[in-house]
């Protein structure tokens, strides 16, 4: 077998949940109705099943490139001989996953066990389809461990006294800012401390890189920041989408104070050439086309150092990037924050019309899936076909790593909670270190939603948000290159509230009240 990857393997991968065992050969069977709602009492010595038959179990999975699985896939007849079942694994492509779960439903053959997004879990909750798991959770310690009840994750989309899925959870705040370290070591400028990076030195750097060539190439080719830095809103206290003030969720586009000094600082930064003078036209992929051209410096992004530099270097062979990740710059009152992620959004469902037996199957597949012997397995693959161990006690992946992606079904439909989804057991240790101490700095100042989930039970927010939020964003970018006065964004405001936000706010702060 050949041998592709050589890394120590003393230390094994993050988790930020241990699970309870190394899994259930059995779990309580469940009795559940036809609505999907379970009978079943939940009792400590209820006797555990030996999975003496066969079940069969369909899974859906969204597709969106890469190597398939095969029918015989190694980690399918690993979970099929553990836990007794035979499963049909159906990949569904990205693009037409949702639409396709609809024909499914029209013709009663959704799959046992799947994924759905927030507008499809709300929908069908509603119409019994999904398993309810309140009462069966607790029989499956690792399951209620890795999901506690009161995440926020675990409630957003749920009634208050019923859970009907489990949830996505990996990042909760997943970028922060990052600037070139080589670039200020170009132009002389001490990397600041977390108390010195104020929105003024946030500035003072982003002009040096836009006006003092930080990339040594005698072009003026280099941008100061982007207008899709979002930690410089916050630092101005503008909400990420919702702000609970004096007892009452308030949209962004409300904040007209705090929004005229945002704006202000956007007009002078357009003015002087330090913003993206393209900003208006430019998409998200165009900016990280910047980042990865060795055109932008100081920018807010994910934990993705490695292959940043690698695609500078491709692109500008002579380049020696550093790239540091930093705290939220500091706002003129003192706020700072990264934007928090809208976690708990996707749900792992189980078909309403699954058989009590299939449904504790599901259940102990999942139980053991999030303690360290699954993970690592439905991560790293399966030990002597995926990845071996040498005599030094070094992790190396073999030939079948690529194209049999073991880690699949961990990244499409299932995963324990936790960021340390790309970490493997050959991963290095520096890797892993980086990982752990970026996570801990962007996570450090979250700002977050206050009616994350609220917007889908909002018929006008549904209807007429996006018009309303386009128009609101014309105004902002109108003021910003200057063909209208900061004030102008009281009108944009009342406009916005005029035309359908009055509504938007009052059925918000309904829906918080259920």
């Known amino acids: 077998m050949k041998l592709l990857k050589v890394v120590t393997g003393s230390l094994l991968t993050l988790s930020l949940i241990a699970g309870c065992s190394s899994g259930t050969n059995g779990g309580n069977v469940p009795n559940a109705t036809n609505n999907g709602e379970s009978t079943l009492s939940v009792s400590p010595t209820a006797e555990v099943v030996k999975n003496e038959e066969k079940i069969p179990i369909s899974i859906a999975a969204q597709y969106w490139g890469g190597p398939k699985w095969a029918e015989d896939h190694p980690t399918i007849k690993y979970l099929n001989e553990k836990f007794n079942v035979d499963i049909e694994l159906q990949l569904i492509n990205g693009t037409e996953y949702n639409e396709k779960l609809k024909v499914m439903a029209a013709s009663g053959s959704l799959p046992d066990f799947y994924r759905v997004d927030a507008a499809t879990y709300i929908t069908w909750q509603d119409e019994g389809a999904f398993v309810e798991l309140t009462d069966?959770?607790?029989?499956?310690?690792?399951?209620?461990?890795?999901?506690?009840?009161d995440h926020t994750a675990v409630r957003v989309l749920n009634p208050s006294d019923k859970l009907y899925a489990l949830p996505d959870i990996s990042w909760?705040?997943?970028?922060?800012?990052?600037?070139?370290?080589?670039?200020?070591d170009n132009l002389g400028i001490t990397l600041p401390s977390e108390e010195e990076f104020t929105i003024d030195k946030f500035y003072e750097i982003a002009k040096a890189f836009a006006k003092e060539d930080p990339d040594k190439n005698g072009l003026n080719d280099t941008i100061g920041f982007a207008a899709n830095n979002n930690a410089i809103k916050n630092a101005f206290g503008i909400a990420n989408e919702?702000?609970?003030?004096?007892?009452?969720?308030?949209?962004?586009?409300?904040?007209?104070?705090?929004?005229?000094a945002y704006l202000a600082f956007m007009n002078k930064a357009y003015n002087e050439g330090v913003l993206d003078q393209d900003f208006v036209l430019r998409k998200s992929t165009e900016i990280e086309e910047l980042i990865k051209g060795n055109k932008l410096g100081i920018y807010?992004?994910?934990?993705?150092?490695?292959?940043?530099?690698?695609?500078?270097?491709?692109?500008?062979?002579?380049?020696?990037?550093?790239?540091?990740?930093?705290?939220?710059?500091?706002?003129?009152?003192?706020?700072?924050?990264?934007?928090?992620?809208?976690?708990?959004?996707?749900?792992?469902?189980?078909?309403?019309?699954?058989?009590?037996?299939?449904?504790?199957?599901?259940?102990?597949?999942?139980?053991?899936?999030?303690?360290?012997?699954?993970?690592?397995?439905?991560?790293?693959?399966?030990?002597?076909?995926?990845?071996?161990?040498?005599?030094?006690?070094?992790?190396?992946?073999?030939?079948?790593?690529?194209?049999?992606?073991?880690?699949?079904?961990n990244s499409s439909i299932f995963a324990r909670p936790g960021t340390d989804f790309n970490l493997y057991l050959w991963t290095s240790p520096e890797e892993v270190k980086q990982h752990e101490e970026y996570t801990a700095l962007a996570e450090k100042y979250p700002w977050p939603n206050a009616a994350m989930g609220l917007e889908f039970y909002s018929e006008t927010y549904k209807q007429k948000s996006g018009d309303l939020n386009n128009k609101f964003l014309e105004a902002t970018y109108k003021i910003i290159v200057g063909d209208q006065p900061i004030e102008y964004i009281e009108q944009a405001s009342k406009e916005w509230l005029e035309n359908g936000g009055e509504q938007i706010i009052k059925e918000i702060n309904e829906a918080a009240q259920k």
Do not use: C
């Open 242 to 260: 919702w702000i609970e003030k004096d007892g009452k969720l308030i949209p962004y586009q409300t904040q007209v104070e705090e929004y005229k």
């Open 300 to 409: 807010t992004y994910k934990n993705n150092y490695n292959s940043i530099i690698s695609d500078i270097v491709k692109n500008v062979p002579e380049a020696e990037p550093v790239i540091v990740p930093m705290a939220p710059p500091v706002g003129p009152t003192g706020l700072r924050g990264n934007t928090n992620v809208a976690i708990g959004m996707n749900k792992q469902v189980i078909n309403a019309k699954a058989s009590d037996e299939k449904i504790d199957r599901i259940l102990q597949i999942l139980d053991w899936w999030v303690t360290e012997e699954g993970t690592s397995i439905m991560k790293n693959g399966i030990e002597g076909v995926h990845y071996v161990k040498n005599a030094n006690g070094e992790y190396e992946i073999t030939e079948l790593w690529e194209p049999e992606m073991p880690r699949f079904l």
């Open 172 to 184: 909760i705040v997943r970028d922060t800012v990052q600037v070139r370290q080589d670039w200020l």
């Open 136 to 149: 069966l959770l607790p029989n499956y310690p690792n399951l209620a461990e890795a999901f506690p009840n």
